[in-house]
């Protein structure tokens, strides 16, 4: 079965920097939409940064000039820098895959989909951030 694992979650005070990466257990396909997601207990899963087959990226306004997501298209790998963390950071970060087409490109670099629209995930990496 195809899978995304995630690594580079963990605990760090406010300031600070973490770089989550997730790869795609198959080569077969390209993605045409990878991204993250992240959720806070209470919380609904919502859509931190996307980035397109190609290379079009959207970001939630909260991380903007923090956060940057890369690809290797190659690969099927997306990875988040995230700098000047918050305590308002803290949630568990799923990657997401689109590998159907859900999610056009245009719709991936601006934030137009949700995350049902997303076929694959990662298990999940909790990132923490103290003040």
């Known amino acids: 079965k195809d899978t995304l694992v995630e690594s580079g979650g963990g605990s760090v005070q406010a300031g600070g920097s973490l770089n989550l990466s997730c790869a795609a257990s198959?080569?077969?396909?390209?993605?045409?939409?990878m991204g993250w997601f992240r959720q806070a207990p209470g919380e609904e899963r919502e859509a931190v940064a996307t980035?397109?087959?190609?290379?079009?990226?959207y970001y939630v306004s909260s991380v903007k000039g923090r956060f940057t997501i890369s690809q290797d298209n190659g690969k099927n790998t997306v990875f988040l820098q995230m700098n000047t963390l918050l305590p308002e950071d803290t949630a568990m970060y799923y990657c997401?895959?689109?590998?159907?087409?859900?999610?056009?490109?245009?719709?991936?670099?601006?934030?137009?989909?949700?995350?049902?629209?997303?076929?694959?995930w990662g298990q999940g990496t909790q990132v923490t951030v103290s003040p």
């Open positions: 997401a895959a689109d590998f159907n087409g859900f999610v056009t490109v245009r719709s991936c670099g601006s934030g137009d989909y949700t995350a049902t629209d997303f076929g694959f």
């Open positions: 198959t080569q077969l396909y390209t993605a045409n939409c």
């Open positions: 980035i397109a087959y190609g290379g079009g990226t």
